[in-house]
C-alpha cells in the first residue's frame, strides 16, 4: 500500500486543521493506520492508532481530547482532525500503515508500522 499525507499548513494557535491520509494500492481495510510527528530536533513519537474498522482507537495523551482520528473506506483515506492547536504541536507529521491486527498490543506507540507516507508539516504560530 501507498500512503500520501496531506493537510499541513500553518495555523494560530487555538485553531485546527484535518490531515488526510490516502492510501492507494492495497485494499484499504486490510490496515491499521497510526500518526506519528517528528518536532525539530526531537524523536518521532505516536499520535493516534485506528484500526483496521476504525471500531478502535487511542491517542497519545498530549493530544487526547484535542485530536480525532477516523477512517472513510470509501475514500481510502484515513484523517487526523486536529482542535485546538498549540505551538508545541508544530511538527512533520506522518500516517503510517500495517497489516491488520488483532493483538492486544495493536495500539502500541511502540509498533513498528510497514509503511509510511512522506510527511506533512503542521507549525502552530503563538
Known amino acids: 500500500v501507498q500512503l500520501q499525507a496531506s493537510g499541513g499548513g500553518l495555523v494560530q494557535a487555538g485553531g485546527s486543521l484535518r490531515l488526510s491520509c490516502a492510501a492507494s494500492?492495497?485494499?484499504?481495510?486490510?490496515?491499521?493506520v497510526g500518526w506519528f510527528r517528528q518536532a525539530p530536533g526531537k524523536e518521532r513519537e505516536f499520535v493516534a492508532f485506528i484500526n483496521w474498522s476504525g471500531g478502535s482507537k487511542s491517542y497519545a495523551d498530549s493530544v487526547k481530547g484535542r485530536f480525532t482520528i477516523s477512517r472513510d473506506h470509501a475514500r481510502n483515506t484515513a484523517y487526523l482532525q486536529m482542535n485546538s492547536l498549540k505551538a508545541e504541536d508544530t511538527a512533520v507529521y506522518y500516517c503510517?500503515?500495517?497489516?491488520?491486527?488483532?493483538?492486544?498490543?495493536?495500539?502500541?506507540?511502540?509498533?513498528?508500522?510497514?509503511?509510511w507516507g512522506q510527511g506533512t508539516l503542521v507549525t502552530v504560530s503563538s
Open positions: 494500492g492495497d485494499t484499504f481495510s486490510n490496515y491499521d
Open positions: 503510517a500503515g500495517d497489516k491488520r491486527s488483532f493483538g492486544s498490543s495493536r495500539d502500541s506507540p511502540a509498533r513498528e508500522y510497514e509503511y
